[in-house]
């Protein structure tokens, strides 16, 4: 429903990179990747 979308988003965010699975997709082409890379 849209609270797991909202928590997904959530989780991607720089200061969770490493917490979905998504980040870890999502950090190579994040602007954030190579400072907040886990």
């Known amino acids: ?3 797991d ?3 997904r988003e959530r ?3 720089p ?3 490493g917490r979905g699975r998504a ?3 999502r950090t190579k082409a ?3 990747s190579g400072s ?3």
């Open 15 to 17: 200061s969770r990179a």
């Open 23 to 25: 980040a870890e997709g």
């Open 36 to 38: 907040q890379r886990v």
């Open 30 to 32: 994040t602007p954030w």
């Open 1 to 3: 429903g849209q609270t």
């Open 5 to 7: 979308r909202r928590r």
């Open 11 to 13: 989780d991607d965010r």
